[in-house]
């Protein structure tokens, strides 16, 4: 028998959890059925859009702790804050 040879991928390894997934089925539902709603509080209006219904459910996983890897900008998004001037003002 032939020994199998490791391949340079990465390990198949989960990278979103089944929490993180049932939120997104669920987004997905509330989508198809007309309740789900953008904004912070629901006043934005219809979600309409699917990848919008799932990155709905990835935010709403990320916020009750399952595991879902980081946004793609959101490490930019830190790092980006306001420069100040080195002018002093007199």
Not at 28 to 54: D, E, F, N, P, W
Not at 70 to 83: C, D, F, I, T
Request: hydrophobic content about 20%; charged content about 45%; glycine content about 12%.
């Amino acid at each position: 028998m032939a020994a199998k040879k490791r391949s340079s991928r990465k390990s198949s390894r989960r990278k979103y959890s089944k929490g993180a997934s049932k939120r997104v089925e669920s987004a997905m539902r509330r989508r198809k059925r007309g309740t789900l709603r953008r904004g912070k509080s629901g006043h934005g209006g219809k979600v309409k859009s699917r990848k919008q219904a799932i990155a709905i459910g990835l935010s709403e996983a990320r916020k009750k702790g399952a595991k879902v890897p980081a946004r793609k900008g959101a490490s930019r998004r830190k790092s980006s804050g306001r420069k100040r001037s080195s002018r002093s003002k007199s």
